[in-house]
């Protein structure tokens, strides 16, 4: 047993999967068994941690009068909105930057300077600009990834091997057909790499978004709730966002094995 | 007449501005006769891999002319397949794609590439993994892929430039014979860059080697060990006696490249 033990601590040994699958379960259960301590134990204050029966209670209450749903919905709908937005611009200006000196030199150093301003730091700007409707939501979302998505595509494309781009040529392909047959499909796994990624921080910036100005959204139902010390909301808010990010960090995963086979 | 005719060909790049630039190769003449197997060998940083651009247009020579059929090269073409060393493969196309790459861009119709396609993985030995992706293939098999690909298109000549050089040295022999098989069976006329000089002996009908800095064709050697040859040979006096002579022209050449650091 201890021999075991002691051959699992060393650095990088594989463990077997049914040890992998306990010990995460283990982290878990524990978390959760805390939380019931914590609140069903009285150590802390029921306005400070609700108990988990509350915040399902909560869950129960929002989907019976709709609200629930209704402010997932208009979350779900600004983050989508945004990030789609976001990445038609930047995946051809991305994989086009990457590989063209010229769309490099035009387009770089202003994305550089804009991707190091928190796009919190916009907000005030956008509300002024575009009022505090769910326009201006989607265009943090969108001024939050865009300039990223473009960086991080253009590096994938920089990378694409100079050989596989000699050896089409050699090949018989002209400029064009470069672009399209060569550099287009050898960035995507990177471009999907790069979605999966920046979505994750879509969810960061539209929280704060709603949380700033909005009159729906889990962000509002979160500060709304905190007015009247409704902490079982607040959790609940916190666990719907964690859920959908991992739902849609899991469909982007399952998207890419999908269309990308070979990757 | 000469298929390939390379006439004082020299190849000078500025690595910094302002600096003096580097000549990387001066006076290279050398001419490959049709369905010859030529080698050039030398000492790594020889500037033979430049020499391999040149003729297949991924790079414009800073003076001399290189002259294909008759025809000055100005530019990549169908016309000079290339094989890498490192693996350039489409990763996203599966074994038989790669291979028809060539024959679709040249708006051949598709069953035409399939015919193609179906020749080359037999001769390379490849059947029953036309619809592997590269990721899915050993090393060996991704270059023997990449020579069924160059091959596709019917070039005039195929350029090779260290090929086998990633591979470890079992593959690498195996793959040696292959090449031979297929070149004896395609007629192709062959540039072959290497700095292995067993390789070079075993696959040239002769050797050119390279000095360094600049790079310039030092000896041409005849290999005369008869056809069809095999791993044997590598063995024979005859060979050892070949080896023995280029081998002395490359550590000369060798130790000036380690010298100048």
């Known amino acids: 047993m201890l021999a075991r033990i002691s051959k699992y601590l060393t650095p990088k040994a594989e463990i077997p999967g049914g040890v992998y699958l306990s010990v995460s379960t283990l982290t878990g259960v524990s978390l959760f068994a805390f939380w019931c301590l914590l609140s069903y134990g009285g150590l802390v204050r029921p306005d400070f941690l609700p108990t988990p029966d509350a915040v399902v209670a909560a869950g129960y209450e929002g989907l019976q009068d709709g609200s629930l749903l209704k402010h997932t919905w208009t979350s779900t709908s600004v983050i989508l909105s945004g990030f789609v937005l976001a990445s038609i611009i930047s995946i051809p200006i991305g994989i086009l930057m990457g590989s063209f000196k010229l769309v490099e030199a035009a387009i770089e150093p202003v994305t550089n300077f804009v991707r190091y301003l928190p796009v919190s730091a916009l907000i005030p700007l956008l509300i002024l600009w575009i009022g505090i409707g769910v326009e201006q939501r989607i265009a943090v979302i969108f001024l939050g990834t865009v300039f990223q998505q473009i960086i991080l595509i253009a590096d994938t494309s920089a990378r694409v091997s100079r050989d596989m781009i000699d050896v089409s040529y050699t090949l018989g392909a002209n400029r064009r057909q470069v672009v399209t047959r060569i550099l287009i499909p050898a960035t995507l796994p990177g471009v999907m790499d790069t979605l999966r990624v920046t979505m994750g921080w879509a969810w960061t910036y539209l929280v704060v978004a709603e949380l700033v100005a909005a009159q729906s959204g889990l962000g509002y139902m979160i500060l709304n709730a905190m007015r009247g010390l409704f902490t079982d909301v607040i959790f609940l808010g916190i666990l719907i966002i964690g859920l959908l990010g991992l739902i849609t960090d899991q469909a982007l995963k399952a998207l890419r094995r999908w269309a990308l086979p070979w990757a | ?261």
């Not at chain 2, 390939?4 to 500025?14: H, Q, Y």
């Not at chain 2, 500037?47 to 020579?61: C, F, P, Q, Y």
């Open chain 2, 1 to 261: 007449m000469s298929k390939l005719l390379i006439e004082d060909v020299s190849m000078r790049f500025a690595v910094r501005r302002g600096d003096a630039p580097v000549v990387a190769l001066e006076g290279i003449s050398l001419e490959v006769a049709d369905r010859e197997f030529s080698v050039i060998v030398g000492p790594s940083g020889c500037g033979k891999s430049t020499l391999l651009r040149l003729v297949a247009g991924l790079d414009e020579a800073s003076g001399g002319r290189l002259v294909l059929d008759g025809e000055p090269i100005t530019g990549p073409s169908r016309d000079r397949g290339m094989v890498f060393q490192s693996y350039t493969l489409f990763p996203w196309l599966t074994v038989r794609r790669n291979i028809e790459f060539g024959p679709k861009l040249a708006g051949r119709p598709p069953s035409e590439c399939a015919d193609i396609a179906t020749r080359y993985l037999e001769q390379v030995g490849l059947q029953g993994f036309e619809n592997a992706y590269p990721a899915q293939l050993s090393g060996g098999m991704r270059q023997r892929v990449a020579l069924a690909r160059a091959l596709a298109n019917d070039p005039k000549i195929l350029l090779m430039d260290e090929p086998f050089g990633a591979l470890d040295s079992q593959t690498r022999s195996l793959m040696q014979e292959l090449l031979l098989a297929v070149w004896e069976q395609s007629q192709k006329t062959v540039l072959f860059i290497t700095h292995d000089i067993d390789e070079a002996l075993f696959l040239g009908d002769h050797v050119f080697v390279m000095s360094a800095r600049p790079g310039r064709i030092k000896e041409r050697v005849e290999v005369t060990i008869p056809r069809p040859r095999a791993v044997e040979v590598l063995t024979s006096p005859e060979f050892i006696e070949l080896k023995r002579k280029v081998m002395g022209a490359i550590r000369v050449e060798a130790r000036k490249v380690a010298a100048a650091g």
